[in-house]
């Protein structure tokens, strides 16, 4: 016990473990009790070929000898019938769970939610909130307990967006928009990450999540909204330029309909490529 303590020690460093949203303890949940159901033929298979190599030893005299032997119906029965319900128990966590925790799945609330447009860039996130009319460069901010929908697209190659602590990756696709549905359930500021290799800049492509009180928000909202800069679509061109270890920006104006403009541009019967990614040697 005491051993099994220590090695729990680094449980609270993986992030995965340690959720902040309603999702991601789902997720946890999910985890631990595929994990667990796993274990239960592991943990007997490890005892089970020391305490033979143990008890068969050849120095074991006492061990009884049966060179004919090759059948036992309980042996059978215990190979057969146990890891056959545990995959069919997994079966039907991961039937219903992937239903339940559908990425695409809207989450019931009576708090109205929170749109948020996302656009995965050459090594940078940006973040557009359509009904603020605001946006933001590698931080995103929404209220505490109130449900926020992602809408995720890609101005280059394919990359995945990610908040651990809160839940579900989802992939980020040039002239397409997917969907990811999270709330966060505590206040606090949460790693954002992309967790798909796009280049020599990917391991930096770092954002943070925030989940503000109501008023801090609205703090945030209004933080945002003095800023001078605007986000038109010549702003966005230099934005989407190639570039790494980005500060956090915001734009008090967007252009209306940038987000679908994005999409857009690989659409069509000739369709813009997604920009290059050069690669280091």
Excluded at 140 to 167: E, H, K, R, Y
């Amino acid at each position: 016990m005491a051993g099994l303590v220590v090695l729990l020690q680094g449980c609270s460093s993986i992030v995965v473990l340690n959720p902040k949203g309603t999702v991601g303890a789902e997720e946890k949940s999910l985890i631990l009790t595929a994990a667990g159901l796993m274990l239960v033929v592991i943990v007997p298979v490890i005892v089970m070929v020391v305490a033979f190599a143990w008890r068969y030893r050849a120095s074991n005299r006492r061990a009884r000898y049966s060179p004919e032997w090759s059948h036992s119906r309980l042996l059978e029965v215990a190979i057969w019938v146990v890891p056959i319900l545990i995959v069919a128990v997994l079966g039907y966590l991961a039937w219903t769970k992937s239903h339940s925790l559908d990425p695409f799945r809207p989450l019931a609330s009576a708090v109205p939610p929170v749109r948020i447009q996302v656009v995965s860039l050459d090594w940078k996130w940006l973040f557009i909130y359509p009904d603020e009319h605001v946006a933001a460069v590698n931080e995103v901010a929404f209220p505490v307990n109130t449900p926020v929908d992602f809408f995720v697209t890609s101005d280059t190659v394919m990359n995945s967006f990610f908040i651990p602590q809160l839940g579900s990756q989802i992939y980020t696709m040039a002239g397409m928009q997917t969907q990811l549905h999270l709330v966060a359930t505590q206040v606090g500021d949460f790693a954002g990450i992309s967790a798909n290799f796009s280049g020599p800049g990917f391991s930096r492509m770092t954002f943070t999540a925030r989940s503000l009180p109501p008023r801090d928000y609205q703090a945030w909202l209004a933080r945002a909204r003095s800023s001078s800069a605007a986000l038109d679509e010549g702003s966005y061109g230099q934005l989407a330029r190639p570039s790494e270890n980005d500060p956090v920006r915001y734009f008090s104006r967007v252009s209306p309909n940038l987000f679908d403009t994005i999409i857009r541009e690989y659409m069509g019967s000739h369709p813009r490529p997604p920009r290059p990614v050069e690669m280091k040697e």
